[in-house]
Every structure is written in C-alpha cells, then in structure tokens.
C-alpha cells in the first residue's frame, strides 16, 4: 500500500509540473493580465499566487513520493 501511495504522489507532482507552468504562459499571454499602462492586474496576481502554491505542492508530493519509496 505504502508503494502505491508514493506512486500516487509521485504522479501528481509530474501532472502538476507538466499542466501548470503550460497555463502560467496562456495566464501571461491573456489580455486582462496587463491594464493599459501595462501594470500587473488582480488576474494576474491570483493565478501567479495558485500556480506558485500548486508547484510548491507538487514539490512536497515528490518529495514525500521519494522518501516513501526509499523508507
């Protein structure tokens, strides 16, 4: 069970670094992340924000999958 469970982990921290920075550059590229001065809007503050937390998560996954796996 313990060899699944850091198999679970360690696949989300792969889905979650392969989906999430491929969204950050479609995040960036929308016109409501930029007022017409060009200053950073809410938008794009709240998506960097989730993006940042989502990695910081995938990276606790991997790392919780690996010790799994060598304990």
């Known amino acids: 069970m ?3 469970l850091a ?4 696949v989300n921290a792969v889905f ?3 989906v999430w920075p ?9 016109p409501r992340a930029r007022d ?3 200053r950073r ?5 709240v998506h960097a924000v989730l993006i940042g937390a ?5 990276a606790a ?5 690996v010790w799994a796996l060598v304990a």
């Open 2 to 4: 313990t060899v699944l």
């Open 16 to 18: 979650n670094v392969v």
């Open 41 to 45: 809007t809410a938008f794009y503050t």
């Open 22 to 30: 491929r969204f950050w550059k479609r995040v960036t590229a929308d």
């Open 61 to 65: 996954s991997a790392v919780a999958g």
């Open 7 to 10: 198999v679970l982990l360690l």
């Open 54 to 58: 989502a990695l910081v998560l995938a």
């Open 36 to 38: 017409e001065q060009g």
